[in-house]
């Protein structure tokens, strides 16, 4: 079975350095392993810096304030979140940790089963 992983993070900004680097590191070793890596941040959609990225970034746009709010995010992660096996988070204390969660719960409510809730 193939593990895709969804990485969640407020930019992929290299100029930020630090968790954008830390991300662009793990899925490169990552890939040695066959695993296939998407990431979902909250960056203006078409900036140059995703473009010199050679997996999926999806850039759903600029957070606001300082707890990096995105209404996009959410609707987002629960219309994909079933594509993924893993999603890893990459900035607690933040709006997307929420949104995740929220997503998560939305999409374990659409299904019968339940089985999402051991994840959260």
């Known amino acids: 079975m193939l593990t895709r992983i ?8 290299p100029e930020l350095g630090g968790v954008c680097q830390a991300i662009r590191t793990l899925i ?4 040695d392993l066959n695993v296939q890596n ?5 960056d203006v959609p078409g900036v140059e810096f995703i473009k010199a990225d050679h997996f999926p970034v999806h850039a759903i746009g600029p957070a606001a304030g300082p707890w990096a ?4 995010l959410s609707p987002w992660l629960f219309t994909n979140v079933s594509r993924f096996n893993v999603i890893i988070l990459h900035g607690l204390w933040l709006y997307p940790n929420y949104a995740i969660r929220k997503a998560l719960l ?9 089985s999402v809730q051991k994840y959260l």
Do not use: D
Request: aromatic share 6%; glycine share 6%.
């Open 28 to 31: 490169k070793g990552l890939e």
């Open 38 to 42: 998407e990431v979902v941040c909250l």
């Open 106 to 114: 939305k999409y374990q409510k659409k299904r019968t089963s339940g």
């Open 69 to 72: 709010y995105n209404s996009a």
């Open 6 to 13: 969804l990485h969640v993070t407020t930019s992929m900004n």
